[in-house]
């Protein structure tokens, strides 16, 4: 196998949007590659055709990952490597992959990641930011109590999560009937000609996708509800004075409790 390619399973990272959003390293890999198990021949055939690459294609989707194995296993056996490729960004990332994976694993050879494009990195990129922390759950479900559960378990986390067009205002709307002023980054077509990405409120968001056109691929963030943390902490720090605990004893448990940033309840405790 030519340019260093092992006999192994490569997950290569596609362009989101814009093709010309590749590594070097993954066009090698297409390249030399024995075979190309892709999400959609038809999606990853213009990206080969773009870069006039001929390796042979084979569909793999969610719907074809148990049945594929005995093939994609037997080529491995035969000496040959694999990538693997979604639709458009790092596959296993809300995209198939992950039972092909662990097959691999388990027979004992190697997977080998060939970084490059993610729209959540790409959201996380360009919007502002005073956490690093944040929580992926991939996409909401669907069902309206589920979401608010998984919104309320989470508040304290900046969420993110893809959603797409034609679910997004009834999403909004759901997360809106409990917090209406939390800010939310939305990113939209993302590396592509009428890429948008927008932070507002839930409620803004609302009103300004109602009123524009909205398509492509959505990656989102829900910031923490950092507003409604202080409310909480301030009555919190006030009952746990009246009982005569230090700041110190104050910090150690309110952030044990609600894995808040110590520094945040100490300056509190200061007020």
């Not at 066009?27 to 038809?42: P, W």
């Not at 989707?61 to 693997?84: D, M, Q, T, V």
């Amino acid at each position: 196998m030519a340019n260093n390619i092992e006999n192994a399973l490569y997950v290569v990272a596609t362009p989101i949007g814009n093709l010309d959003d590749i590594t070097l390293r993954a066009l090698d890999t297409l390249k030399n590659v024995d075979i190309i198990a892709a999400e959609d021949t038809r999606n990853t055939s213009v990206l080969l055709e773009k870069y006039s690459i001929s390796t042979k294609l084979i569909s793999y989707h969610k719907y074809s990952e148990n049945s594929r194995l005995e093939l994609f296993l037997g080529y491995l056996n035969e000496g040959k490597s694999i990538a693997l490729v979604s639709d458009a960004g790092t596959p296993l990332i809300s995209d198939p992959g992950a039972v092909l994976v662990e097959a691999v694993k388990k027979a004992g050879y190697k997977v080998i990641p060939i970084v490059g494009a993610s729209a959540i990195l790409a959201l996380l990129s360009s919007i502002p930011r005073i956490d690093e922390d944040f929580k992926f759950i991939g996409f909401l479900p669907r069902v309206k109590n589920q979401i608010k559960e998984i919104i309320s378990k989470n508040k304290n986390e900046n969420l993110v999560f893809y959603e797409s067009p034609n679910r997004l205002i009834e999403t909004l709307e759901i997360i809106k009937e409990d917090y209406p002023n939390r800010k939310i980054a939305l990113g939209r077509e993302l590396t592509k000609k009428f890429e948008e990405i927008k932070v507002l409120s839930v409620s803004d968001m609302i009103e300004y996708y109602k009123n524009n056109i909205l398509k492509g691929e959505l990656a989102l963030m829900l910031y923490k509800d950092d507003e409604k943390d202080e409310i909480d902490l301030d009555e919190k720090i006030k009952k746990l004075k009246m009982l005569n605990y230090t700041n110190k004893d104050i910090v150690k448990i309110l952030s044990l409790l609600f894995d808040i940033n110590k520094n945040k309840i100490y300056d509190l405790c200061l007020k």
